[in-house]
């Protein structure tokens, strides 16, 4: 198999197994390694200086300076990995095998940010893992590799994010692969969906946990920002508890009530209302004991 040159761009534990794979392959070099210009990942900081290659970061990595370096290196092929910078024209033209992004993301839906957490939110049964060209537009390139994952209940925010970061650099290593054989085919994304659809960045304020929900959507709030995650917040009078865990009830009825009341206490928490049932709390933190008729907010 002929060797191929590669510049990485890349952040966080998502782009560490996958470049831990590229290592290995003796048919691949890689050039430099990019980091984000506001975090510096240490970690990828080793692997530069292990591989002996230059550590890169920028404030502006289109910039005609930045991408002159860049164009220096003469890569074969530029990789994205949890990179946050938008690319431009110069950089996704720059190299013979393109420039490629792997996207924890069913593509054409779940373009965007914290995808994990609205496919949990969005009760998906699965998610996807895309690597993708990248073009002038966000997450809207031609899909080369594409890997689906089950979502059961027994997954949450931790579990997905462990899936992920392997499933990330299996799907990613394997399609560079294809791209270095010849193999490589492009699906335009259109022709899966017309539109698709993005989801925005979560911020703070976005972990308010309303209880006039559903039972199964507050169950699927709270998991999808439990650990590592910022938590569910919600409160008793000024106190702010935060919610990691609740769990639902087979055969709950379903009656008309106050959401957010806290009904009674159980063995592992206390049960609260939702807008059509009730949940069991099984996990939390801000307070040692939530009192049964309480009105959480």
């Not at 370096?69 to 946050?84: H, K, P, Q, T």
């Not at 996807?128 to 899909?143: A, K, L, P, R, S």
């Not at 929900?213 to 702010?240: H, I, K, M, W």
């Not at 769990?247 to 009904?263: E, H, N, Q, S, W």
């Amino acid at each position: 198999m002929k060797q191929i040159s590669m510049g990485y761009f890349a952040d966080g534990p998502w782009s560490h197994l996958a470049l831990q794979k590229l290592c290995v392959d003796e048919t691949i070099s890689i050039k430099f390694v990019c980091v984000r210009y506001d975090s510096r990942d240490p970690v990828l900081k080793e692997y530069a200086d292990k591989l002996g290659v230059d550590y890169l970061y920028d404030k502006n990595v289109n910039s005609d300076e930045f991408s002159a370096r860049i164009e220096a290196y003469g890569c074969d092929l530029l990789v994205s990995m949890s990179f946050n910078q938008i690319f431009r024209k110069r950089l996704i033209d720059m190299t013979p095998l393109g420039l490629i992004n792997c996207h924890a993301g069913k593509l054409p839906f779940y373009r965007g940010r914290n995808i994990l957490n609205w496919a949990l939110i969005n009760d998906e049964k699965e998610f996807g893992i895309t690597v993708h060209y990248v073009d002038e537009g966000i997450d809207t390139g031609d899909i080369i590799a594409q890997t689906i994952c089950p979502i059961t209940d027994e997954d949450d925010y931790a579990t997905l994010l462990e899936q992920a970061y392997t499933g990330c650099a299996e799907t990613l290593y394997g399609a560079i692969k294809q791209l270095q054989d010849g193999s490589a085919t492009r699906i335009r994304q259109e022709l899966i969906h017309p539109v698709g659809f993005y989801c925005p960045v979560r911020g703070p304020g976005d972990e308010r946990l309303h209880w006039g929900q559903t039972s199964r959507e507050v169950f699927n709030f709270v998991r999808a920002l439990c650990r590592p995650g910022p938590g569910a917040l919600t409160c008793y009078g000024d106190t702010v508890i935060k919610i990691n865990r609740v769990r639902l009830i087979a055969d709950a009825p379903c009656y008309k009530g106050i959401p957010g009341a806290v009904l009674a206490p159980t063995a592992d928490g206390c049960l609260i209302k939702t807008l059509d049932s009730f949940v069991e709390v099984v996990e939390w933190s801000g307070v040692k004991k939530i009192p049964v008729g309480a009105r959480l907010k």
